[in-house]
Structure formats: structure tokens, C-alpha cells
């Protein structure tokens, strides 16, 4: 689009079952918060939205878990999640949640309007029941083997390995979340978004019309999508905890959290407009405004297929310009797990990092996920920190402060004749607004960073060519030239940084005697000079005038000591101490339900041999085994990859359940199943009989 009038800008919402780690940050909220400040800073007219995401299974695991209500649980996530965020400086206009009235309203009346317009399709299916709990189960208290990639631990919903999109009744060997009971299926009744029926119309919005603009892992993954086919996919579901379905038959049923989810950010648009006394309208539905989502790659698929389906469906509403989805950030070379504690949780980073927000958000940035999941290690931390934040941007402003009160009391000075380096020196100044927005418009947040503090070696670089504590002795005129200089470098980096470097930023702007909200009267209010906004950088020949006087010097950045470091990886390898205590010790799982010994004799077991074995293409854990059960010889896909090597197997007696229904894996039907068991460490173990003279095909009884 041309330049747009006004810009939406949304980042994912946070599930309210735990505080914030450095993952989210990582993936979503420090670009996003990077971006809306980059926008305000250039004089556009912004709406930066954030809420929690309130309902959804995780949050009914959470309370069950914990023994108190759901609305217990959000509350009190809610609330840490929101103080995080402030006191981390994530600029948001508007930080709501989705159990405010203004969004079961919102949500309820968008539902109705596509159910007024027959968007969905009203089906009785078949859904999985866990007949111990008296319930109907969502996709999350669901778990199987996936039927792309044979992990034995997808869920309902989505196979986490693979990424694929899954129905509940899509896997292999389902149970129950709650009790481990194998789930029967029940006849409700549910409504569903025809996603097939869009397809057309989302091949050409991001196929065709997005091909150049959208990353490529965003673009990649709504390809792969669309290519496979898009499949009706229900909105509501069988729960309790949530926004009751607003139409006749709804009884007992609530909307599907990815459905109300999104709808978030226009509630919470509408919370601000109303407080703020605004239109909330333009924001969402004027084709001159610019609509951005900030999401993580799990996101992607919501984002770019569901969402823009439920927008057009509606009919009154923009779609979204871009979609900068950021892939996983890992921690110290393992995935984040929130289970095992293998994370850095941002409240306990702010209480142990205290004044140190920007040192994190530097850090992120620089090692930002953009384009490929990257590794996050508190030794490259505090190597940032101390080379880079300390010795380069910290290093020259501390210079030019300090150099300045020593040698003027703090004045400004008035330039002399400006050297052919003084001119290419400011010149460069001048170009870095253009060239750290270029990267920024173009979602590359790492490569702005990177030019921000190239801006600041600049400044280092000058200083320590021109030399002005030894030119002091020799030459005072040209003194003044060099500190006037080093003083405009100063004052731009003050105005670049805040996007980046929030707190740095009104620092720096506190020391040069900027007005600045953060000000805390250091100067009367004739002293201050007016902070430079983003153009001003390139336009304005003084960005800090002659016979202004800048405060006293304070470190912008401090030395983070091993230590410090040490404490912090002493306790990722207390929790990795306590996630193998807990896996070595072997907790049997519970009986299951009783059966008779009329159910067990239905059970064909026999003695069987592995003929030959060999890994299925393109899955990591399966096995294609030909097993002579001495009844025949036939064809069976195990999920043992992991544990065993193909030629390791050949030959081994095994245990068959033969009379088992073939099932096709990855094109390949396999025809029965082989008996094993798995070690507290994960490590398969056949269930086999010793003697090795023990023919085939023997029923085991």
C-alpha cells in the first residue's frame, strides 16, 4: 500500500497459565515493541494492542492441576504477565484480557454475525469421550501417535514435532489427558469454518499477493498448508470455561479459543478507543491503515489462514500487511520447556537484573530468531553486555560527557572551521536514520540493532582518531570542533537507541538535558532542549545547539562479572538435576480399568521373528519391519528408530499382537503391532520371550 494513515499493530496473546520467559520475548513482544516505537518516533498515528489469552485448555490443566478455578488462574497471571511487560518497557496502548465484558461482547457478536451469514456449517460428529471423567474431551486432553511422523506424543490438535494440524480423532493409539483411559467416541454437535471454502481466496491474498513481502518461514508454512488442503475446522467446543455460543443449541458448548483468541485484538482496540475518546473503527476497517501481527511460528497458521477467514467472512474488516512471525529461541543448546523450568522467566530476571531491561532486550535482539530457530546463552549475554553495550556505546558516551564538563563545564562548545573528517563524520550521522529504518520497515530487527551500534563505533572510532585530550594541550580551537562533533553523535544516538534501548535512551536524553518524560528536573525546564524525533537526525544540522549545557556523566551500561553469569547457569543445571531425579525415578503408571478374561483372549499374541528392518523415509522414530510371526510373514511400522538401529533388530524374537486392524502409516500398511516397554530414560525395551528356541507363531496366553 501507499503510506499508510494509521497502523494496527498486534502481538500474540499470552496464555495466562505462567509468567513470561525470555522465548516470548524473543519471538514476539521486543520486535513488535521495537516496531511501534520505530512508528511513533517517525510521527505515525499507532495503536500498539496486547491482552492475555484467558481461556483455552492449558488454563483448565492449570487449575486442575493446582485445585483452584480457572478465573483463580488468570487472575493471578494476568496480573504478573502485566507488570512484566511495564516494567520491561513494552510500549503497549492497550493490555487487556479476554475475560473482560468488552470481549465476550465482541467475541459473541462477531460469532453471530458469521452465523447470521451462514459462514459456518452446522455438523453432529463423532467426538472423543472419557466415559471416567463424564466428559467430552478438547483437542488438548488428547494425546497419540501422530499419523505424519509416528511421535508417540502428539496432541489433539497439533502434532508439535511435525507441526501438523490434527482432529483429535486423527490419532493413532488416542487417551485421555485426565485419566489415561483410551476415549470412546460420542455423537455432539458442533459449528465449523469452512477453511476449504476460502482457499481460493487465501492462495491469491498470500500466494500471489505475498510472495515478495511475507519472510519465507511465514510464507513456507502457509504454502505447505494451502498446497495440502484446507479442511472444515470447528469453532466451537465442548467445555466449560469460556464464551458461551451465543445461538440456539449452543447450550453447554463455548466459542473454540482459537477462534476467540484474535478477536482479542479488536476488543482491546476497542477498550483503548473507548478511554482514550477515539473511533476504534479506522484501526480495523479503513484500507489506509496498516495492520501488522507479531506472533511466534506455533501462531503462523491462526494468523494467516484462520483469522483472515474469519475477517473476510465477516466482510467489514482489513487484512493483516504482514505477518513477521519469528521462529523458537532455544537456551543454552536445549529446547525452552516451562515443564522442566528451562527457561529465564522475566519476573526473576528483572528482580536479579535490576535497571538492566535494555541489556536483555539488546541481547534478544542480537540473536533474534528471525528466520531460523537460534540459541540464547548467558555467557554470549554477558559477552554483549560487557563488549559491546559497555565498551563501545557505553564507552563513547561516557567519553564525550565526561571530556565536555572537564573542558567547558558542561557547555556545548562553538565549532571552529570543520575538517574534511568532521564533515564526512556528520555526513555518515546523518544517513543512519534512513538506512536503520530501512531494516526495521523490512522486519529486520537484528540488522537495525546491528547499524544502531555501528552508529555508536562511529562515534568511538572518531573520538579516538581525533584524539581531543591530546589536542587540548596544543590546539583548544580544534578541541572545540571535535567535543561539538562527538556531542551531535551523542545526541543522535539518544533519539536512534529508543527503540532499541528504551531506558538507555531517556538516560542519555536525562544527561543531555533533552525534555523527556523520564526527566527528573536535573535542569530547570528553560535548560532542556527539545528531544530530536527520527528525522530530525537527517535533517536538522544541530540536533544539540552551541552554549546548551548537558548534565553530569552516569554510566549507561555496568560490567556483568562471571559470577553473575555462574549463578545463572548453576541454576538451569539445578533444574536439569531435577528434571533427571524425576525421570530416573520410575513411577508406575496407574492400573487401567478392569477387563475380563473373555476381553483378553481376543488378544492374538505370538512369538514372532524380525526378517528384515529399515528406516521410513523421512520420519525419524518409525521402522519398517517384515516379521515372520509363523502364522505368515508380514509387514508391521514401529516406533522404535530412536531406540534401536535397523540391524540391531534383525533377528530378535519379538512379542506380536497380530490380530490388531492394519493401519496405514506414511503410506505404508502396517499389520500389527510389536510388544514394548520404555525405561525412565525413554529407552525402549522389547517385551520378548528369553528362550531363543522358542518357535514362531506360539500363542502367548
Not at 483469522?307 to 500487511?321: H, N, Q, R, T, V
Not at 525412565?680 to 517385551?687: D, I, N, R, T, Y
Request: aromatic residues 10%; glycine residues 6%; contains cysteine.
Amino acid at each position: 500500500m501507499n503510506k499508510p494513515k494509521r497502523y494496527t499493530i498486534t502481538s500474540a496473546l499470552p496464555y495466562t497459565n505462567g509468567p513470561i520467559h525470555i522465548g516470548h520475548l524473543a519471538g514476539v513482544y521486543v520486535p513488535a515493541d521495537i516496531y511501534a516505537r520505530y512508528l511513533r518516533l517517525t510521527g505515525n498515528d499507532v495503536v500498539f494492542i496486547g491482552g492475555s489469552d484467558e481461556h483455552g485448555v492449558p488454563i483448565t490443566i492449570k487449575a486442575k492441576n493446582e485445585g483452584v478455578s480457572p478465573q483463580d488462574v488468570v487472575d493471578k497471571y494476568h496480573a504478573i504477565i502485566k507488570q512484566s511487560f511495564e516494567e520491561f518497557g513494552i510500549s503497549f496502548d492497550n493490555y487487556s484480557r479476554t475475560s473482560a465484558k468488552i470481549h465476550h461482547e465482541t467475541a459473541s457478536e462477531f460469532f453471530k454475525t458469521l452465523y447470521d451469514k451462514g459462514a459456518f456449517i452446522e455438523e453432529s460428529t463423532e467426538q472423543l469421550y472419557d466415559e471416567k471423567a463424564n466428559q467430552f474431551l478438547a483437542d488438548r486432553f488428547v494425546t497419540g501417535t501422530c499419523p505424519k511422523c509416528g511421535n508417540e506424543e502428539a496432541y489433539g490438535d497439533q502434532c508439535e514435532k511435525c507441526g501438523t494440524s490434527l482432529n483429535a480423532t486423527d490419532l493413532i493409539n488416542p487417551k485421555s489427558a485426565l485419566t489415561g483411559n483410551v476415549p470412546t467416541l460420542k455423537e455432539t454437535k458442533h459449528w465449523f469454518l469452512p477453511l476449504d471454502k476460502h482457499e481460493a481466496f487465501l492462495r491469491e491474498w498470500i500466494l500471489e499477493g505475498h510472495k515478495k513481502d511475507w519472510k519465507p518461514n511465514v510464507y513456507g508454512q502457509v504454502k505447505s498448508w494451502i498446497d495440502d488442503g484446507l479442511r472444515p475446522r470447528a469453532v466451537t467446543r465442548d467445555l466449560d470455561w469460556g464464551i458461551p455460543v451465543p445461538v440456539k443449541g449452543g447450550e453447554g458448548k463455548v466459542l473454540y479459543v482459537w477462534f476467540d483468541a484474535p478477536i482479542g485484538y479488536i476488543s482491546s482496540t476497542k477498550e483503548w478507543a473507548q478511554r482514550e475518546g477515539k473511533d476504534w473503527e479506522p484501526y480495523w476497517k479503513s484500507d489506509d491503515t496498516k495492520l501488522v501481527h507479531f506472533i511466534g511460528k506455533d501462531n503462523i497458521v491462526f494468523h494467516c489462514i484462520i483469522f483472515p477467514a474469519m475477517l473476510k467472512a465477516e466482510g467489514s474488516y482489513i487484512l493483516p500487511e504482514n505477518v513477521p512471525a519469528n521462529e523458537f529461541l532455544n537456551l543454552e543448546g536445549n529446547k525452552l520447556s516451562t515443564s522442566k523450568n528451562w527457561a529465564v522467566w522475566l519476573p526473576e530476571y528483572l528482580i536479579e537484573f535490576p535497571g538492566q531491561q535494555d541489556v536483555l532486550r539488546y541481547a534478544l535482539t542480537a540473536n533474534a530468531p528471525e528466520t531460523k530457530d537460534n540459541d540464547f546463552t548467558w555467557k554470549d549475554f554477558q559477552a554483549r553486555n560487557n563488549n559491546e553495550l559497555v565498551a563501545v556505546f557505553g564507552n563513547f558516551i561516557n567519553r564525550v560527557v565526561v571530556l565536555t564538563n572537564k573542558y567547558y563545564n558542561g557547555i556545548v562548545p562553538v565549532p571552529n572551521e570543520l575538517s574534511q573528517v568532521d564533515e564526512e563524520t556528520l555526513a555518515a550521522v546523518k544517513a543512519y536514520p534512513d538506512v536503520i529504518s530501512s531494516s526495521i520497515e523490512r522486519y529486520r530487527f537484528r540488522e537495525a540493532q546491528t547499524e544502531l551500534m555501528n552508529l555508536a563505533r562511529l562515534g568511538n572510532k572518531y573520538l579516538a582518531d581525533e584524539e581531543p585530550w591530546k589536542v587540548i594541550k596544543v590546539d583548544e580551537a580544534r578541541t572545540q570542533t571535535i567535543m561539538y562533533v562527538a556531542l551531535q553523535i551523542a545526541s543522535a544516538l539518544a533519539t536512534l537507541s529508543e527503540p532499541f534501548l528504551p531506558f538507555t535512551s531517556d538516560k542519555l536524553k536525562k544527561i543531555l538535558n533533552f525534555k523527556s518524560n523520564q526527566n527528573n528536573g536535573n535542569a530547570s525546564h528553560a535548560e532542556l532542549v527539545e528531544a530530536s524525533q527520527w528525522s530530525d537526525v537527517s535533517i536538522k544540522e544541530v540536533l544539540l545547539p552551541v552554549g546548551h549545557k548537558i548534565g553530569e556523566a552516569e554510566l549507561l551500561f555496568s560490567k556483568i562479572e562471571d559470577e553473575t553469569i555462574q549463578f545463572q547457569l548453576d541454576k538451569l543445571e539445578s533444574s536439569k538435576k531435577a528434571n533427571a531425579s524425576t525421570s530416573s525415578a520410575q513411577v508406575p503408571q496407574p492400573q487401567k480399568e478392569e477387563i475380563t478374561f473373555d476381553d483378553f483372549t481376543k488378544l492374538d499374541m505370538r512369538v514372532g521373528t524380525i526378517l528384515e528392518a529399515e528406516k521410513m523415509p523421512k520420519a525419524k522414530k518409525l521402522l519398517v519391519l517384515k516379521v515372520d510371526t509363523g502364522i505368515d510373514v508380514r509387514t508391521i511400522v514401529s516406533g522404535i528408530a530412536e531406540s534401536f538401529a535397523p540391524e540391531e533388530v534383525v533377528g530378535k524374537k519379538v512379542t506380536v499382537l497380530v490380530n490388531l486392524a492394519p493401519r496405514e502409516l506414511r503410506g505404508v500398511e502396517s499389520q500389527g503391532m510389536i510388544l514394548m516397554t520404555e525405561t525412565a530414560e525413554g529407552k525402549l525395551v522389547f517385551v520378548n520371550p528369553d528362550d531363543a528356541s522358542v518357535p514362531n507363531g506360539l500363542q502367548i496366553s
